[in-house]
């Protein structure tokens, strides 16, 4: 399946020079939104994995139908003030300022294997932020799982040493 085709461009959104990929088409598409979950199944089945973590917001949609496709669990990790009771968070650096990440304390005990998924890869400082909380909880991160990777941003060279899959690249 041709997910370029599906997924749409928006040059100069939400800022000159920034081309948006837009992902609701393919979410809106039933058989596109089943054909991603499976080829990501694919490149991590057999894996040793206990959990599904996502990204807020959109690697909450692909790491929860990705959780129920592999029968693991799945956690959330959000942006700061979204998540009740004891958290762990990190901050980062995005390309215009900060922000912070979190994730509940009790969402991964010490040796659960994670995947961490989310809808882009740009910069990787989200995903590093991410892998940085499991792994503060003494979780172990086997890998990332994106839908889409924006290769100029080199968001790859933040997750050296972990294995990134991707499915689509520009």
Not at 1 to 28: N, T
Not at 148 to 164: A, F, H, P, Q, S
Request: glycine fraction near 10%; avoid cysteine.
């Amino acid at each position: 399946m041709d997910l370029k085709g599906i997924i749409r461009s928006f040059p100069d959104w939400p800022k000159p020079g920034v081309i948006f990929r837009d992902i609701m088409p393919l979410l809106k598409d039933p058989q596109a939104l089943k054909y991603t979950v499976d080829e990501i199944k694919k490149r991590w089945s057999g894996k040793e994995i206990d959990l599904i973590a996502g990204i807020e917001s959109r690697g909450f949609i692909f790491g929860a139908l990705l959780a129920q496709n592999l029968q693991k669990g799945f956690i959330a990790i959000r942006k700061e003030g979204k998540l009740p009771g004891e958290t762990l968070r990190v901050s980062y650096t995005i390309e215009y300022g900060s922000a912070t990440m979190e994730i509940q304390k009790d969402a991964v005990k010490p040796g659960d294997r994670v995947l961490i998924v989310d809808d882009l890869l740009a910069t990787g400082g989200t995903a590093k932020a991410a892998a940085e909380l499991i792994e503060k909880l003494g979780g172990v991160v086997v890998g990332f799982a994106f839908v889409i990777e924006l290769l100029d941003l080199k968001g790859r060279e933040k997750l050296k040493g972990y294995t990134v899959t991707s499915l689509v690249t520009y």
